[in-house]
């Protein structure tokens, strides 16, 4: 069952960049997807457009059932309510402890302070982090920190994951360690969409990959590796 | 419920913002403090000269000079028009007699004068002292008074009321344009502080958004936290309103260098100025918030 389509979309920006164009793009519940490609080639642009930070000039993207390009700016928390985001520059809250950063994906749907509590632990749990929830994010490595992140991205157990680079900033031993996070999460269920430019991780885990070049799409493999990317 | 809870939430976090950003919530607050102290100056300032523009004009008296042997009866009939006239607001009648009795009493020169003047050689008039209602259409009143029949002249300070008025005006004009224009920099000056603040947690609204908040949710601490900060803004000018106010009232015993400038009293003058005060501090402190947070609500 597909959890994301995306029917013939382009995307053109207000300078007369065109980010992505005619796009089309299927990804099932469950995946685990490598979006790969150059610096300019579009991936960003996609994923922005998945939570709907970025509009399509044209087409069709549906995320869970929902009509991403119909939806009008009050509305958009509808849509991120039902995924997780990671960033690379990993956006936490510099004056809040890890408990609150994570908590606060919840707080803001106002549950009850007993559900966030339970909630918090069990993601602080999966991502390895129980023991540092009273932590600034100034206290703990760049690694942990990206920790946090994915922590508050998966606490409301959304469908979706979506990864800007995630790794970007982290050396490869480090790298591992949150791909193997993401990995668990994706076992549990999580459909994860990671772009990213570490050939390491994408040989190593041989997911399906997604390439693309100049805003289309030119590979699609269901058991990758980046250097399929060159061939 | 979860309506209360997202309420509570949002005052904790309003709290606990200003706290963890007291450089710029200070930053603020003195804003408001200094702004609205102006404010409340001027107000106190231009209420007053209203007051004393208010009590010259309840002063004029138009006097009603009647013809020389006019009978009771005739009398009755000048009053009985006088009474239908609408802009007539109160009247008095003053016999000759009394008129020479004023007289006297108010100078020594005039009471030997007067003192050998019997009932019939006196010269003046029995008169109505009128007080009309507007002060602007007394010229109009005076004219139709003065057609009625046994009255001999009117007189109101006829040439010297005209120019008062036009001062007057110009004052009032001068002193609502100034508030105005003090509340709209008040209200500039404040929602671009608010703003300043606001930006630099620009990144904290983009993470609220990524998470799934609703925009009304993202709002809501921040407009709770503007009205806290007009809150604590409007402390400092209230105190200096009220405090200051009393002090010279008592100073100057409610009267401003010559008795005919007095002062409002203080009750409930500057309960009122307080009033306005805290609640201008408030909704501009809530206005600027919703506006700033606004422009962060894109991603």
Redesign the interface.
Known sequence: MELIRINNVTKIYKNGVCAIQDLDLKIKKGDFVFLIGSSGSGKSTLIKML?R?EKPTRGEIIVGGINVAKLV??K??KL??KLG?VFQDV???P?ATVYENVA??L????E?KQEIRKKVFHALELVNLKNKAKYYPDQLSGGEQQRVSIA?AIV?DPKLLICDEPTGNLDPKTSMEIMNVLCDINNLGTTIIMATHDKEIVDRLQKRVIVLDSGRLVKDYEKGTYDNEAS | MKLVRMFGLSIRDAARSLIRNLNLSFASISCITITLTVVAVSMIASYNVDNFTKLIKQDVTMVVFLDKDITQEEINDVETQIRLIVNVDSYEFQSKEEAKQLMQESSEVLNKIMTEWDEKENPLQDAFLIKVLDIENIKITADEISKLDNVSVVKYGEGMIEQLLVVFNIIEKIMIGLILGLVIVTFFLITNTIKITIFSRKREIDIMRLVGASNITIKMPYIIEGLFLGFLGSIIPIIITIYGYYSLFEQFGGIFFSPFIQLVKPEPFIFQISLILIGMGMFIGMWGSASAVRKHLKI
């Open positions: 939570y930070e700016n009050r958009v928390y991120r309510r985001i956006k936490l809250l004056k606060f994906a707080e803001v749907l106002g009850t508050r409301n």
